[in-house]
Each structure stands twice: as structure tokens, then as C-alpha cells.
């Protein structure tokens, strides 16, 4: 399977190579002349993009895409893609611009362009409410749950002072099971565990403390279309401003942004 | 395909190993000593005590005897909070040992002590003995003797068993073992020089149990 799709993905690469035109027209002409907006969204990825009951995609990725097609005034063409295709189907054509949860790489930008961020993914330390910590510092005999190995765990060794009882445990499952039965002060995770947290059980709700390691989403595009990324750009610029974004965070991260976002 | 072995990348975490394998062995006897005391008062009571203490002695036993330890631990851990009875991690472990070994050795001394000929204890009733006295220096001293090779085999099963409590983040040398393994990627380093100390640990506590065993019963029947 794995095999197939990296194949797959050397194909659509192959193409991308052998059939990109020499002179390109802007990828926001093409759209704005067909009214349609192909968006690549991921099927596979809770809470940014998954199969409903109806088995439609939905998720942040989802109403984001929705979003950027209002505010062009174009019909969206809803495309579900995997993490491992998401590239290629831009790289073909097959989509305009890919919201599936991307993450800026060096690797990446090296074949397409990002847009400004359009949604917070990051790992921190997240507490209940009554739990005041504003830094690492303020760990200081506190009782934090980890996964033993990820990221925020290491970042947490050593970040952390000498008196904080870092507990680590052997998968996600056994690290938000010791928070949520209480055997955890503060748990080390990323924000979107701590959404599915908050939405099981309200009566443990993490809140952030602080972030560990930020890692924005942004929105993938081909390179060369200056006019789609500047449009891109402004777009998400103002539903960042009329709070478009932050209700986006609300109802599916079940929190606010985090500061600075 | 050829791996060099690096056991000089373990090195510089010397100290959470030792850590580890001293709470290991202070884990393994102390839930030797209560557990064994547990399984002593179990198998006691459910041959010489009231019916319904004999009845709730067997469904602790198949109770234990008949779930996996880690579902146990993860019970005592994960499952008590919800109840308000919050043990952190050390406690746990220690609990969740001593309850399940003292199941087990529950029936290993049972068959100890049904082992004991009735006519010893009524040699010992006719001899004026009191009911402490008989259970003492007669069933339990003979019951132990009959039993020891099975209950020392329990309890080296039980040691190795302990390596389970790593997973409550209880830190035990296989908790040290898997912090070290993340640490540094050396997985076949660290587990055969973990492996290696777990075998050393059974054969010395082998050892010791078995000189235990001849200064405990010596003059044997």
C-alpha cells in the first residue's frame, strides 16, 4: 500500500515535471474564470478534516475551505486527499491550493508556496483552569504527564526544573488517561488532543499553560501565482480580524487562539 | 546485516538504571514479605476459617488469578481516581503486587496446608496445643516446607512481572530502560544489558531463597 502510493506520488511528480507549462496564467484567473475553487482537504486527520456521519468531509480544514470560496465568490470544490498525496494533487492541478493541516518545511518550499497561517497547531502544557502556570518555571513541583519520546516530552526534560515530576507513559492513551483521572496536574501534548480532551470530558478540561513547539497550519498553493497568494493572504487576513478564525479555533480546537497567532 | 553493538552510548545513564534497578528490588521484597503474609492469612482462613470468610478468600483469589496483572494495575491506577481513592504511581505498584502475589501463594500454601496429615493436628489438639499454636508449629511450619520451592518460583515470576509497572510511569528498571531507549535510539544495547541484569536478579534471588529455604527448615522431615 505504502509502495503504491509512493509510486503514486513519483507519478504525479513525473507529470507535474513533464507537463508544466512554460508560461503559466495566474492559478486566480483560472478560478475566477470557472467560479470553482478545487481545494484539497484531508479525510484522515480529526479535528481538521474527517468523515462526518454523512460521510461527508468535515472539520477545520473543511469550513476553511468553505471560507476562502465565499469570499471569492466561487463554488468549492471539495477534494479529499491523504497527508501523503496532498502535495502531488497540487503539483498536478488536480487542486488549486491544498488546506489539509500543512505544515512549513524546508522540503516543501522547495516545490510549493504557503500562504499566512490559517490555523494554530502546536504542542504545549495544558492544565485545568485552577492550575496557575504561565511558563516552565512555574512547574516547580508540579506533576506533568508525557508521552515518553515525543517531542514535547524532551523539550519538557529540559525545560523543566529539577523539582517538577515529569511522569512518562508508553502511548497518547495512557498519558491523557493519568490526566484525566487526575494522577496528572498538567499534561505535555499537542492542541489537538487536548480539543479531544476537552470535548470527552468537560469536568477536565485542559486549558493552555504555554506552548512547547508552535507549528502553524498554512495553506499550500503552486509556486509562481503571486495574485492567488496575495488574494489568499488577504482573505485570511480578514477573518483573522472579524474573528472568523477565532470562532474556526472555538468550535473545532475547543479553544481560543493562542497569543500571538 | 552488521550492527555494532555501542554499549558505551548507555554510559552516561548509568545513574536512572540504578535508580531503576534499586526500586525494582525494593519493590520485589516488600511485596514478597506482605503478599506472602496475604496468602498466609488467605489459605488459613479459607481451611480453618468461618464459611464466609473462606467464601470471600476464593473469589479474591479467582478474581487475581483469573485477570491479567496489567489489567490490575491499570485498575488500582487509572480506574480509583473515578472513585476518589488516588494512589500515585509507587503506591500502585506496590498494591497491585502485593494483591496479586498474594493470590497466587493463597493457593500454594492452601495445598501446603491440605497436605498436612489430620492426625498431626489432632496429635497436636490432643496434646493440649491451643488452635494458634497448632496453625503455627504444626500446619504452617510443615505446610511452608512442603511448598517452598513452588512459592519461590511464584516469587521470582512475580520480580519479572514487576517489569509491568512501567507502564503507570512507576519507575521501575524497565522504565529506566525504555527512558534510555528513547533517549538514544540504542534499543538492542539497552534491552540486552536490561535482559542481562533481570537474569542476574532471578538467579541471586534464586540463590538467596534457597539458602533461606535450608536455614528455615533445616532437620527437613
Known sequence: MLFRTRLLAALFALTAI?????????????????????????QDFAPFGSAGLDLKPQGYDIDMANLIAKALGVKAEIIPVTSANRIPYLQTHKADIVISSLGKSIEREKVIDFSNAYAPFFSGVFGTKDIAVKSPADLKGKTVGATRGAIEEQELTKSAPADTTIKRFEDNNATISAFVSGQVDLIATGNT???????????RAPTLKFVIKDSPCYIGLNKDEPKLMAKLNEIIAKAKADGEIAKLSEKWLKAPLPPGF | MIYHLQFSALLPYWRALLDGLIFTVILTIVSTVVGVALGTAG????????KWLGRVVILYVELIRNTPFIVQLFFIFFGLPALGVKLNES???FLA????LGAYSTEIIRAGIEAV??????AGVSLAMSKWEVLCYIVLKQAFR????ALSSQIIIVMLGSAVVSQISAQDLTYAANFVASRNFRNFEVYILVAVIYLLLAIAMRTL??????????GAV
Open chain 2, 146 to 149: 512442603k511448598i517452598y520451592p
Open chain 2, 91 to 93: 503506591t500502585a505498584a
Open chain 1, 18 to 42: 513533464g507537463f508544466a507549462a512554460p508560461v503559466k496564467a495566474d492559478g486566480l484567473d483560472s478560478i475566477m474564470a470557472a467560479k470553482l475553487i478545487k481545494i484539497a482537504v484531508p
Open chain 1, 193 to 203: 488532543v487536548a480539543a479531544a480532551i476537552a470535548e470527552r470530558t468537560p469536568q
Open chain 2, 117 to 122: 496429615p489430620k492426625g498431626h493436628i489432632e
Open chain 2, 97 to 100: 503486587m502485593v494483591i496479586n
Open chain 2, 209 to 218: 531463597l534457597r539458602w533461606l529455604g535450608r536455614v528455615l527448615f533445616k
Open chain 2, 43 to 50: 489459605a488459613s482462613a479459607r481451611t480453618f476459617g468461618p
